[in-house]
């Protein structure tokens, strides 16, 4: 039974860092690509950074050279280092699966399990 689990949000100004965290049950993350996707107030959730099996990296422009995702294979978990936080940083950040299409990256299916997220608010 898969069970996302994401924790490390909160209330951060501007310029300001957090690291969020994502305990994965049900796979293991050194099999799949992972992500950690974010939905902002009025926008659907969208991908903001991913990191494959094999382990290389890709980010949205938004958040590339400020954003850093890894995991722990041993601990089944995937991490997100946020820096130089901005105002359009605020969202709800969740972590899943990411399969790879036409250079970019497809979210899981309609149906599939996601956690509650983590609120992360940057105020100015």
């Known amino acids: 039974q898969v069970q996302l689990v994401e924790s490390g949000g909160g209330l951060v100004q501007a310029g300001g860092s957090l690291r969020l965290s994502c305990l994965v049950s049900?796979?293991?993350?050194?099999?799949?690509?992972v992500a950690w996707y974010r939905q902002s107030p009025g926008q659907q959730r969208g991908l903001v950074a991913a990191?494959?099996?094999?382990?290389?990296?890709d980010y949205a422009a938004s958040v590339k050279g400020r954003f850093t995702i890894s995991k722990n294979d041993a601990k089944n978990t995937v991490h997100l280092q946020m820096n130089n936080l901005k105002p359009e940083d605020t969202g709800v950040y969740y972590c899943?699966?990411?399969?790879?299409?036409?250079?970019?990256?497809?979210?899981?299916?309609?149906?599939?399990?996601w956690g509650h997220g983590t609120q992360v608010t940057v105020s100015s």
């Open positions: 899943n699966i990411a399969y790879p299409s036409s250079g970019w990256y497809t979210p899981p299916p309609l149906g599939d399990v």
């Open positions: 049900g796979y293991s993350v050194g099999r799949v690509t």
């Open positions: 990191m494959t099996d094999g382990g290389p990296t």
